[in-house]
């Protein structure tokens, strides 16, 4: 029986299935603190087995038992809004949400399903949902205008995503700053899939995907924000089945269907075509507005955060971001900006009104936190598992 996050002398297996990668990593729960000890990223396509690729990255770091495998799963549904024990019913909630990311949901199950083939029916695993650290938009942010007994019906709402990541991303300022617990923060997490987050004083405001991953910034082959009244015309004018949209919007659209050469950010920053060019400058204009519109939600920004693969790690993205955004009381340090490359990093002026920071982003260690804390509550359910 596990009382507390002290009483566990074991391991926490994260897994983050994303939809190009998957990162996995191992955290040892102490008194104090949760520390990782290992961590590796395996593209997708470099998994044939993931149940094998499981045991061996177990196997190369040796050490006391799994006490638990944490998984990110992005899209709860409507009926899981915080992490919980993966049973049947569980896997059946997730399976359903599949329709609304089916580039993620699929994935989490396949993972959880690899666990269990690798580490036994008795190794207790938890979801911790993305969509969770939304749960609470204001109600303004929360809604579509569409009619009220149609999304009561259906449970159609904006969900939010990559909350691990924007949640991490704030945890990580905040850390920096301990006499003031406030802030206004407009956090983008920029890897395949991309997204925007407001919070002010801790409370999220607003975030750019809504009821699906699809909406809000361009991303690597999703479309981001879409006036509906073009999927209906594409749907009638090519004929697409539901599947065949959501295929379109899902894998062969933005950075991708712009460019028609890839949806890689380096490989179009390294390109000559005009194509690449103006999926470069639709994917900053986009991330731009957001900006702008989240600073009038918020009344203000005091600092603005980068995190995922092309936030951490591409300068020159980060400096078309917030080009010519003196007004709003930015001033990027471009030295600074072209040396942050993958660190936590200031690259903001010391002047500059508000601070701008790269900031890693740690979703495992959150994983393991949130699995921990739900497998300590659920102790008594457990015992004897």
């Known amino acids: 029986m596990v009382e507390s996050k002290a009483d566990l002398d074991a391991r926490v297996l994260s897994i983050n299935a994303g939809s190009s990668s998957v990162r996995l990593a191992l955290h040892r729960a102490g008194a104090q603190a949760i520390v990782e000890q290992a961590a590796c990223r395996l593209a997708s396509t470099e998994i044939a087995d993931p149940a094998s690729s499981l ?39 997730i399976a359903r949400a599949a329709t609304l990311a089916p580039l993620h949901n699929p994935l989490a199950l396949a993972w959880v399903r690899a666990a269990r083939a690798a580490f036994g029916d008795t190794l207790p695993q938890v979801a911790v949902f993305d969509t969770a650290y939304y749960a609470e938009l204001p109600p303004v942010a929360r809604h579509y205008a569409i009619p009220r007994e149609l999304a009561q019906r259906h449970g159609l709402r904006r969900h939010g995503f990559h909350g691990l990541a924007h949640q991490a991303m704030w945890r ?143 300068p020159a993205i980060r400096t078309r971001i917030l080009a010519d955004f003196e007004w709003l009381g930015i001033g990027l340090d471009d030295d600074a900006n072209l040396a942050a490359l993958g660190g936590r990093a200031r690259i903001s002026r010391a002047d500059s009104r508000v601070a701008v920071w790269a900031v890693p982003v740690d979703e495992a260690a959150l994983l393991a936190e949130q699995a921990l804390a739900c497998l300590a509550s659920t102790a008594p359910h457990t015992q004897g598992r």
């Open 55 to 93: 045991g061996a990255f177990v196997g190369d770091h040796p050490g006391a038992a799994i006490a638990v495998a944490a998984h990110r799963v992005v899209h709860g549904g409507p009926n899981l809004r915080a992490a919980c024990l993966i049973d049947a019913a569980v896997e059946d909630e």
């Open 172 to 314: 990580a300022w905040q850390a920096g700053r301990p006499d003031d617990a406030g802030g206004r923060v407009v956090s983008f997490q920029l890897g395949a899939g991309c997204s925007a987050t407001a919070v002010r004083d801790g409370r999220v405001l607003d975030t750019s995907m809504g009821f699906s991953p699809l909406e809000g910034l361009v991303m690597a082959t999703r479309c981001g924000d879409l006036d509906a009244g073009l999927l209906t015309h594409l749907l009638r004018a090519e004929r697409l089945s539901p599947e065949d949209a959501e295929a379109l919007l899902n894998r062969r659209s933005g950075l991708l269907g712009l460019s028609g050469i890839s949806g890689d950010l380096r490989t179009l920053l390294a390109s000559q075509h005009e194509s690449a060019r103006l999926a470069i400058d639709l994917y900053c204009y986009r991330a731009r507005k957001y900006l702008g519109a989240y600073a009038a939600v918020l009344g203000g920004v005091d600092a603005v955060l980068f995190g995922g693969g092309a936030g951490e790690h591409l």
